[in-house]
């Protein structure tokens, strides 16, 4: 379950490698950052490595652009239907949920980056290693074409059982360390981005770091902090409510509530 320990590039390194990637052809995924035990959270604050995926269809937006930030599990992809505890490490077992590709085809296809943010407490949990993370996540765009533009995932749970990764992090939602860590590689605009997710802690993320926020499913009767700007049932919905509120803003109406 080790793996290679990550390339480290500077964040001006990454930024000139996400200008490169605007080359139509092949676009190399943004960097998978892989937060390590041993990270102080100084210059640089991860350990970072390349990983190239599928060509994509199109050419990723400039700097300063939207982003959908994208829960992972029971999101994009079926997780509780595939595992008994909820830790997904299997590639082979990663099925996008009815509606997935297509919304997010509609999506980029208005511009929008797609990040994916996801906890992975398993690997704290000592279920499956990073590399099975990085294989997951490699599946999941293999299934969607090269659209996602970057990964961010947190392997750190405070009540873990592998001791290099069992404490709280800022990475962990409902933290916002993801989405900002990839809002400041990629130069995106937080407060016209989104997050979409399951979870009431994946909107909780979205909010503390400024974007809009929609939770799939059904709004928790306890929601005491006004995280939740949408609730809609899936992902189709989704994309169509974000697509429908960025017609809104670029005609300067008033966000729906
Ligand atoms: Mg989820």
């Given amino acids: ?4 320990l990550p390339r480290v590039c500077s964040t001006t390194e990454l930024r000139w490698r996400t200008r490169r990637a605007t080359a139509p052809s092949l676009r190399r995924a943004e ?6 035990a041993t990270d102080n959270q100084t210059d ?11 060509p994509s269809p199109s050419p990723p937006p400039p700097p300063g652009s939207a982003a959908v930030f994208l829960d992972r ?12 505890d909820g830790d997904l490490g299997d590639p082979a077992l990663v099925e ?15 511009g929008l980056m797609l990040v994916v943010v996801s906890n992975q407490g398993g690997v704290a949990r000592g279920k499956y290693g990073c590399d099975a993370v990085d294989a997951v996540n490699a599946r999941l765009n293999e299934l969607l074409g090269g659209l996602i533009t970057a990964f961010r995932y947190c392997p750190y749970h405070p009540k873990g059982s592998v001791r290099s990764f069992t404490r709280e992090h800022p990475w962990r939602k409902p933290a916002p360390g993801m989405l900002l860590d ?7 605009d937080l407060s016209a981005s989104w997050m979409v997710g399951d979870k009431l802690r994946d909107c909780q993320a979205g909010r503390s770091a400024g974007c809009r926020t929609v939770l799939l499913g059904t709004a928790p009767r ?7 700007d949408f609730v809609v049932p899936d992902m189709t919905v989704a994309a169509g409510l974000i697509l429908r509120e960025r017609t809104r803003r ?7 509530t």
């Fill in 1 to 4: 379950m080790t793996s290679p």
């Fill in 31 to 36: 960097t998978v950052h892989r937060p390590l």
């Fill in 44 to 54: 640089p604050p991860y350990p970072r490595h390349m990983q190239s995926t599928t």
């Fill in 73 to 84: 599990d029971d999101t994009l992809i079926r997780c509780n239907d595939v595992t008994t």
């Fill in 96 to 110: 996008l949920l009815p509606g997935v590709r297509a919304a997010c085809e509609s999506l980029v296809g208005d």
């Fill in 182 to 188: 990839a809002a400041d590689a990629l130069g995106l």
């Fill in 222 to 228: 306890d929601e005491a902090d006004n995280a939740i």
């Fill in 250 to 256: 670029a005609h300067g109406e008033t966000p729906s």
